[in-house]
Every structure is written in structure tokens, then in C-alpha cells.
């Protein structure tokens, strides 16, 4: 007996969601919308993403592709809708269609976001600060002008990671994989492994690194 494919209805969303809307004709590949909320086989309500603090102009029947990060699926969910209705109060949204089919997908743990996140490196007694570069689900890249770390080291890594319309403090521990040293500025590169990812922050990983792809893939 076949899976049951997951609907729309079945992700549970809650309004609030940050969705990623692809536009026919639109000059930009991907726009910024939030969930307003849906009603079960009929509709869903999305934010009108806007240009220069302007909604977009979009006509009725114009086809979507929509893209989420699906915690209850743990990965991406993507799906083809279009705009059956347009509203502009209270404010701009537009009604989409239910979709007929959910593509479902997880974020490949080597798959590398880029960053620029200020981060605390701590080890043993030791507590330097440091740039991350780049991200991933399974580690990242972290620039320090500390020169005592060793490849090997266990160290715990503190980031604070904007989701949408949370804040959330991280607290990973990872491996040094690799030290590289820039002879020009004196900057250690310090390639890291993530240990022991908690399942919440790993959901929490794999949603930031899928807003970075977004904005700035590679």
C-alpha cells in the first residue's frame, strides 16, 4: 500500500509562516510573503510581497510556485498555485489556490549557505569572538584572528539566528576539522563538524540555511 501524500492542510502552519513566492512574469525569481492564514480546501491567505515598501502589481489567474520550509515534514516544501483573489484591506494579501500536489524535499546536510554571523568560540577557558562564513546543517566556517585552536579541538560555538519573527540563541558543540591561516591578515579559517545537533536546533539549522539559500544560493 502506497504512502499517503501530505496535503497543504496537513503541514499544520500557523500563520506567521515566512514563504518564499515565485511569481509568473515577475522580473524577480523569488519574493518575500508571510502566511496570513487558510481555510481548509478552499483558499490560502499570503502577505503581497512588496517593492520599496509598495505591493507588487499581480492579476487575478496568475500562476505561483511557493516554497516553505515544512518543520512538521523536516525539509522544503514546494507547490503550484495561482491568485484567485486580490485584497488590499486591511492590508495587501492575496488568496491562492489550494495546491493539487506537495513536492517534498530535505535540505542536503552538505549543502553551504553563506552568512556573516557574529559568534562567540569557546575552549576550555578560553572565549574568542569570531565571524561564521558560510553554514550548513552539518557545519560551518568560522573566521578567527585566534591562533591557538588545533584541529581536533571539541569547542562549543554561540550564534544567535534570526527565524522570521524569532530570535533564537544556539548553542552548538563542534569538531575543528581543518585550520587554514591567511598569511596576508593573519585570519585562521576553522573548518567545523556540528556534534550532537539537539532535534529542535537542527530543525531550527535547517530553516535558517533554507532562508540563506533563498536570498543568496549558491
Keep these: 500500500m502506497s504512502a499517503r501524500q501530505p496535503t497543504f ?3 499544520q502552519l500557523i500563520p506567521g509562516q515566512p514563504l518564499q513566492l515565485e511569481i509568473d512574469g515577475h522580473k524577480r525569481d523569488r519574493d518575500r510573503s508571510v502566511l496570513v492564514g487558510y481555510r481548509p480546501g478552499s483558499a490560502i491567505l499570503v502577505t503581497t510581497p512588496t517593492i520599496k515598501g509598495r505591493p507588487v502589481p499581480v492579476r487575478l489567474e496568475t500562476g505561483v510556485n511557493v516554497r516553505l520550509f515544512a518543520n512538521r515534514l523536516n525539509g522544503v ?17 492575496l488568496h491562492l489556490s489550494m495546491p493539487g500536489e506537495l513536492f517534498i524535499g530535505e535540505i542536503r546536510k552538505s549543502v553551504r549557505a553563506r552568512v556573516k554571523l557574529t ?33 581536533g579541538h571539541e569547542i562549543q560555538v554561540i ?43 537542527s530543525i531550527a539549522l535547517q530553516a535558517y540555511v533554507l532562508e540563506r539559500l533563498n536570498e543568496h544560493p549558491y
Excluded at 516544501?77 to 494579501?93: D, Q
Excluded at 578560553?126 to 573566521?143: C, F, K, P
Excluded at 593573519?186 to 567545523?192: A, F, I, K, R, V
Design 9 to 11: 492542510e496537513s503541514l
Design 77 to 93: 516544501c514546494a507547490f503550484r498555485s495561482k491568485v484567485i483573489y486580490i485584497a488590499t484591506m486591511p492590508f495587501a494579501h
Design 119 to 151: 559568534t562567540a568560540l569557546i575552549h576550555q577557558e578560553e572565549r574568542v569572538t569570531a565571524e561564521l562564513t558560510d553554514l550548513s546543517v552539518d557545519g560551518a566556517r568560522a573566521r578567527t584572528s585566534f591562533r591557538s585552536f588545533d584541529a
Design 159 to 201: 550564534v544567535r539566528l534570526n527565524l522570521g519573527r524569532v530570535e533564537k540563541v544556539m548553542r552548538l558543540n563542534a569538531l575543528i576539522r581543518s585550520i587554514i591561516l591567511n598569511k596576508e591578515d593573519g585570519q585562521c579559517t576553522l573548518g567545523l563538524q556540528w556534534l550532537d545537533v539537539p532535534a529542535n536546533d
